[in-house]
């Protein structure tokens, strides 16, 4: 026997495996990656790439069909799918049915995370009466909710959250420094409240005079007079952070920064502003140059020296609407010129750095009709702008944008959640998805235009109805020209504020 040609043949057969068993692994690997991107082998035998849904209900626990196929899970699933458009359909015992065709891309996530069923037959309570109403405000965080009536100095403070509605009392004389008993005459207003929902920015209108107050809600003691303490006609006010330490105020057209800490505030940082909305200390405003006199869409950013032109306007009197956002780490303005809508997104640009500048444009469309409305969802995904009963929401995570109609003129935008809309029509209360979808009729016989609020913990639903009652207090004894006597009598409006249980 020849041993090294025997361990020749060894060796060979060594490097072999070794190579077989390496490339075994990097093929693998390979088909591991493909499978993780979504690549499957369709029914002709060609490769393709799926895309990943992954699909939430509010309630949770429901039952999804695709495409008329029954899921064996049910929400919260994911779901690799073909990339072509499916036919979703989310059904759970005692609600409503959500349906809608959906298409999926090839290789991305697809998260459909709107999808909210409401019972069939609701359990519902009332909570407590009230006279006509002042004010009605609800917190961002959809916990609270201010109630005043008229002619009254107490501010109803609703907890929206617990089982109970628990109600407690804000005294409006000691917040607004007014004398006990006396009657408030004009006009008040919850114009914002902060991140944290803990203060509000109050306006107080009589015969075309304003007063601001900062309240703080949990200590009314603390409640700042704007107007009386800087001794300046402010216009309008923006909070400049989640504390509400810093506010944005503008008096005869001139922006100023307040410091609430300190109580100071600083020179004019711009002026001849027109239109201004921000997020937090980042400001988008129309402004037109007193020299020039041109016409321009500007963004300022605190600390800066000047503010960074995003693009001018042609003509004086173009209908602008302003909108900013921030998701998932990626910054976005919005905003129309007429009946033209632009969306940008990246970082906001910097005049101290404008190398530094990455605002990409990622939208610019033509509408058949000039906006007269913008908003943006609590959590920044969606804009949507509006006029009469036309609306369009663009979607900042899918760059998706879609057209919609309402049945009656919008007043303005109303968000029940992050990605749901409501509106008053013919004492109805009708809700769709952002995307036009899912058209329901939530709530009948509701002759009020008072808001409805649904609570953060998905548990309820708050409604106002209107009725009217006898007033006893104002019978009284009428003689008729035959001297018989008869009851005169009043009736009045109650407001009654009532909740659905939404979780069966």
């Known amino acids: 026997m020849d041993r090294r040609k025997t361990k020749k043949i060894q060796n060979a057969r060594i490097v072999a495996t070794n190579i077989f068993m390496g490339l075994s692994v990097i093929a693998k690997v390979f088909v591991l990656m493909l499978i993780a991107m979504g690549f499957t082998f369709n029914e002709s035998g060609s490769l393709e790439q799926s ?17 008329g196929d029954t899921q064996f899970s049910r929400t919260q699933i994911s779901k690799m799918l073909s990339a072509t458009t499916h036919h979703f359909k989310i059904t759970k015992a005692g609600y409503d049915t959500w349906e809608k065709d959906l298409k999926v891309d090839a290789g991305l996530l697809t998260r459909v995370e709107w999808v909210r069923l409401f019972p069939l037959k609701p359990e519902k309570t009332d909570i407590v009466n009230f006279g006509e109403p002042r004010l009605v405000s609800v917190s961002g965080d959809r916990k609270r909710m201010l109630f005043l009536e008229k002619d009254q100095t107490e501010l109803i403070n609703i907890d929206l959250q617990g089982e109970k509605a628990k109600r407690t009392k804000l005294s409006l004389e000691k917040i607004l420094g007014t004398t006990k008993g006396k009657t408030l005459i004009g006009n008040l207003s919850i114009v914002a409240w902060n991140a944290t929902n803990n ?48 506010l944005w105020v503008i008096e005869a057209g001139n922006l100023h920064l307040i410091d609430t800490s300190n109580l ?15 997020n937090k200390d980042v400001v988008l405003y129309v402004s037109t140059d007193p020299q020039t006199k041109k016409r321009a869409i500007k963004l300022y950013k605190d600390g800066e020296s000047d503010s960074t032109v995003i693009t001018t306007v042609d003509k004086s009197t173009s209908v602008v609407t302003l909108a900013l956002g921030t998701y998932w780490g990626d910054e976005w303005l919005t905003y129309t010129i007429d009946n033209q809508i632009f969306v940008s997104s990246g970082n906001y640009p910097s005049f101290e750095k404008p190398r530094n500048n990455a605002l990409k444009p990622i939208l610019t469309r033509e509408l058949d009709y000039t906006p007269t409305l913008i908003s943006v969802s609590d959590n920044q995904r ?19 944008y879609y057209d919609s109609t309402f049945d009656s003129p919008l007043a303005s935008i109303n968000w029940l959640d992050d990605f749901l809309l409501w509106q008053h029509h013919e004492n109805k209360i009708i809700v769709q998805d952002f995307d036009g979808g899912n058209h329901r009729e939530l709530l009948k016989n509701i002759n009020t235009q008072l808001p409805i609020v649904l609570s953060e913990n998905n548990k309820w639903l708050y409604f106002f109805t209107l009725t009217e009652e006898v007033d006893d207090s104002t019978n009284s004894d009428n003689t008729t020209d035959n001297g018989s006597a008869e009851k005169a009598t009043e009736t009045k409006l109650v407001y009654t504020l009532k909740r659905e249980k939404l979780q069966i």
């Open 264 to 278: 100071t505030i600083s020179a004019a940082k711009i002026t001849g502003i027109e239109r201004i909305t921000n």
């Open 51 to 67: 895309g990943l849904v992954q699909i939430s209900s509010n309630p949770g626990g429901a039952t999804v069909e695709i495409d």
């Open 199 to 246: 203060k509000i920015i109050l306006n107080w209108t009589v015969e075309e005079k304003a007063t601001w107050y900062l309240v703080d809600l949990e200590d009314i003691e603390n409640t700042i007079n704007l107007t009386s303490k800087f001794n300046l006609n402010f216009s309008k006010i923006l909070i400049a952070n989640d504390s509400a330490s810093k």
């Open 382 to 400: 969606l804009v949507t702008i509006a006029h009469e009963g036309n609306l369009m929401a663009y979607d900042v995570e899918t760059r998706n």
